[in-house]
């Protein structure tokens, strides 16, 4: 096993970091009443040790009504009863920093949840009052304001208004209306508000004075709107119609960068400095101007996950992310799977062109996808991005392997897209299944009281006791490429070898090399075969949909 050595005081550290993301509701559950909780993460820190990860992701782990799988947060500065409390936020970070891992914590500004105090608050109030100006209240249209006050839509479905009863009036009726871009549990804040501002700085303080290393900001493109009257027209929400000149309506607006500046003073407060990585959907060339130096210094770059299986492709995309990370002076991340996202195992076992919403629908039967292509993609995806320069976010699971559950029950669906979108959409939930530690048992070794999201009978075959035990398992190999890349990560130079059609090879400083195959075998070059996603026999052939490092010698 190799020896994590990581210096917690290095500023630098999250430019190459391997960062775990954990959606604890769906990680291990301590107590035993179905939802993941920090008793349970703490208890595994152990196995993500021996992953070799250099930082956890968490995922919300607030006070929420879970109306949106916690991004509906109630109180900023605690932890979900039902997930634990800030003894045991304590505890957890004492123990992954005992174990040289980082914690970043997730943090929602678009928006609170709608029982977070300052929105009671705000519908107590009433119309024109300091309470409601921390959201975005506005007069209905029409002869009674009946009408929502614009035609902007919410990212799951439906309008992105809703109407509240009148304090004043007896009836409760006739209030005003309150702008939700995501569920109508998430109204949006203000960040007009001097007071939303202060707020914020103020929550990522006390999060950095309690040791956490860093920050992962949620909808970070969505703070600053044009709420300027009349309401612009913005009836749909897509990359496509997005300006990407800092004019957009609702998005990637120029002034959301001042925001971002404000938190960079307060991060750069703290030694080492806490580190930011912005979730933003911005146009391509805008996404480096989250990642200034001033500002949160990484952005997500998302280009990978819409890409498919295709040389051609995935080394465009790449040398495009490398390319925008450098102009920013950032480093760039890698990602191909997160809690929003049908997991890359099942993406890559599909055909190209499958619209993956409407074969969700299907309950993953039409078409069925070839597991068996899908994993040996992955497992080569996995090692391709890890031999490259900048970050890497893993989501909890893909270090199994773990497929979609594609044929989740309608009537299991946690998702708010389901019922926003009239049971059109199952949404996100297939992702988001609790993790199986092991082959049997209560919800395979998650917890002893079964599981939030039902789990199929199939995850058995990827529990991590099963992986454990296997040599060639998917989890052996991260811990493998892991280990090694920790010993091999130098610098953030990279040149692409000139490699047949169907092939790419990433050559690094210090003589290594790591080839990938898509769809085609290649021939590998001289040199010490140090991890492989596929077995390599006497002719050195690297199979079709597989990923070898290797050491060059000079
Ligand atoms: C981000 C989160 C997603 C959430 C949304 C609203 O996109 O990743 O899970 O639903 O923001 O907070």
Known sequence: MPIRSRDLTDPDWWRSAVVYQVYPRSFADGDGDGIGDLAGLIDRVPYLAR?????????PFYPSALADGGYDVDDYRDV????????????????????????????VPNHSGSGHRWFEAALAAGPGSPERARYIFRDGLGEHGELPPSDWVSHFGGSAWTRVPDPSS???RGGQWY?????????????????????????????????VDGFRVDVAHGLAKDLSEPLASYPRIHRDVLKDDGTDVLFDRDEVHEIFRGWRTVLNEYEPPRAAVAEAWAAPARLPLYARPDELGQTFEFD????????????????????????????????????????HATRFGLPADVDLPAWLMTHGADPVEDR????????????LLLALPGSAYLYQGEELGLPEVADLPFDALED???ERNGHTEKGRDGARVPLPWTADGSSFGFGS?????????????????????????????????????????????????????????????GGWRSITTFGVPAPLPEGEILVSSAAVGDDRVLPPDATAWLRISA
């Open 372 to 383: 068996a292509l899908g994993l040996a993609r992955a497992r080569a995806a996995a090692l």
């Open 80 to 107: 979900d009863p039902r997930i634990g409390d800030l003894t045991q936020f304590a505890e957890l970070v004492a123990a992954l920093h005992r174990e040289r891992i980082r914690l970043v914590v997730d943090i």
């Open 51 to 59: 992953l070799g990860i250099d930082a956890v992701w968490l995922s």
């Open 304 to 343: 990978l996950v819409l890409e498919p299986w295709d040389a051609a492709g995935f080394r465009r995309s790449i040398e495009t992310s490398l390319a925008r990370a450098q102009a920013a002076g950032a480093s760039s991340t890698w990602v191909l799977s997160n809690h929003d996202l049908v997991r």
């Open 449 to 509: 009281g079964g599981s939030h999201l039902p789990q199929p009978g199939w995850f058995r075959e990827f529990a991590v006791s099963v992986e454990d035990a296997e040599p060639d398992s998917t989890l052996n190999l991260y811990r493998a490429a892991l280990a090694a890349r920790a010993e091999l990560l130098v610098g953030d130079g990279v040149t692409f070898g000139d490699a047949p059609d169907g092939v790419i090879e990433v050559q690094r400083e």
């Open 416 to 418: 708010p897209i389901w």
């Open 170 to 172: 007896a009836a409760g």
């Open 179 to 211: 702008l939700h871009l995501f569920a109508p549990e998430q109204p949006d804040f203000d960040w007009s508000n001097q007071e939303v501002r202060d707020e914020f700085l103020d929550i990522l303080r006390f999060w950095a004075d309690r040791g």
